[in-house]
């Protein structure tokens, strides 16, 4: 079966940290750009940090920056998002995208929503004292 699986979601403290991971099955992740989105409660599903095929290049929305981390682990087919210092507004379901580039595309950032292969069903994170 091809998806992809959100875990790692929580409530948090502000302040706290949190590791997201997006495990996919039935197929390859390195054939991949995969992108973390979110969205928060009455607003639209947004880009928050993306990781590209070939180089592990990354991009990451300005207010996160700093705190947030992308990482891959091709091998466990896996991508992370360690989130640090969390705030309150970075509360949101977040979702993983995958979307096969071709392995010189240097670039993870400006696709449409629509244009991704597969998606995760999402994890709650909420930040909260």
């Known amino acids: 079966q091809v998806q992809l699986v959100e875990s790692g979601g929580g409530l948090v403290q502000p302040g706290g940290s949190l590791r997201l991971s997006c495990e996919a099955s039935?197929?390859?992740?390195?054939?991949?750009?995969i992108d973390w989105f979110r969205r928060a409660p009455g607003k639209e599903r947004e880009g928050v940090s993306c990781?590209?095929?070939?180089?592990?290049?990354?991009y990451y929305k300005d207010s996160v920056k700093g705190r947030f981390t992308i990482s891959r682990d091709n091998a466990k087919n896996t991508v992370y998002l360690q989130m640090n210092s969390l705030k309150s507004e970075d509360t949101a379901v977040y979702y993983c995208?995958?979307?096969?580039?071709?392995?010189?595309?240097?670039?993870?950032?400006?696709?449409?929503?629509?244009?991704?292969?597969?998606w995760g069903q999402g994890t709650q994170v909420t930040v909260s004292s």
């Open positions: 039935g197929f390859a992740l390195q054939y991949y750009a």
């Open positions: 990781i590209t095929r070939n180089d592990g290049s990354t």
């Open positions: 995208a995958a979307k096969r580039v071709y392995p010189w595309t240097g670039h993870c950032s400006g696709y449409g929503q629509n244009e991704y292969d597969h």
